[in-house]
């Protein structure tokens, strides 16, 4: 089967920095996605990781491990609007590489407080 | 912004009617997703499809049916709605994986009320 796993809440204070943790087992893994959700809208993308390793892309970055099963976001000089949701997606392929799926964990709820 | 659609984006029906939610996409992108959203689980797929006439079932199908007669559309059907869907729905695209991420893109969600 899949799963994924997340923390479900997390609180941090505005200007810290912020690490949230995922671990996957699924088999297929073609890729780990985070994605932004708002309450009341639609997740939005954040980051990508194929290969071990760290992407960074201005205040965010996302760290994969494949061998280890997890990845983490890492949210810099926190702000108020990045309080939201944050869902750690794998992409898995299946039928000889013509169709490929998503599974999400249950996302992680962040509270930025002043 | 890609350019995907839900229609409609709020709708309230009676247990035992059928439904149909629309999710159109002007990307040309070759896969469509229907998820559902509820307190606690996530996003859960529903069905998805892999190109015109070619769907198959996520973890979630019972109760649900799905079309795709025209790579811009794909249609979810509930054929006899329960209170248990009761949900936020949402359709997203992407295309295939290769060498670029391809990450999928949502539309703005459907809010289901099954009274």
């Known amino acids: 089967g899949q799963n994924i796993d997340q923390p479900t809440e997390m609180t941090a204070t505005e200007g810290a920095i912020v690490q949230i943790n995922c671990t996957y087992q699924?088999?297929?893994?073609?890729?780990l996605f985070w994605y932004q959700q708002h309450a009341g809208e639609a997740p939005t993308f954040l980051s990508y990781?194929?290969?071990?390793g760290l992407e960074e892309k201005g205040r965010f970055s996302s760290f994969l491990s494949r061998s280890k099963g997890y990845s983490y976001l890492l949210l810099k000089e926190l702000q108020m609007k990045d309080s939201a949701s944050y869902l750690c997606?794998?992409?898995?392929?299946?039928?000889?590489?013509?169709?490929?799926?998503?599974?999400f964990g249950p996302g992680t709820r962040l509270s930025v407080l002043p | 912004d890609a350019g995907i659609t839900q229609s409609p984006r709020h709708k309230v029906t009676e247990t035992g009617t059928p439904v149909t939610l629309r999710c159109h996409q002007t990307?040309?992108?070759?896969?469509m997703y229907w998820y559902r959203q509820d307190p606690g689980h996530g996003l859960r797929l529903i069905h998805y499809?892999?190109?015109?006439?070619?769907?198959d079932k996520g973890e979630v199908s019972d109760g649900y049916s799905v079309s795709r007669s025209k790579t811009e559309d794909f249609l979810l059907t509930l054929e006899s709605a329960t209170s248990s869907q009761t949900s936020v729905y949402f359709c997203?695209?992407?295309?295939?994986?290769?060498?670029?991420?391809?990450?999928?893109?949502f539309g703005p969600g459907t809010r289901l009320t099954v009274t």
């Open positions: 499809s892999y190109g015109v006439k070619d769907t």
């Open positions: 997203a695209i992407s295309e295939l994986a290769g060498a670029r991420s391809y990450e999928q893109y």
């Open positions: 997606a794998v992409r898995v392929l299946i039928r000889d590489n013509y169709g490929q799926n998503f599974v």
């Open positions: 699924t088999s297929g893994f073609n890729g």
């Open positions: 990307e040309n992108h070759r896969y």
């Open positions: 990781n194929v290969l071990d």
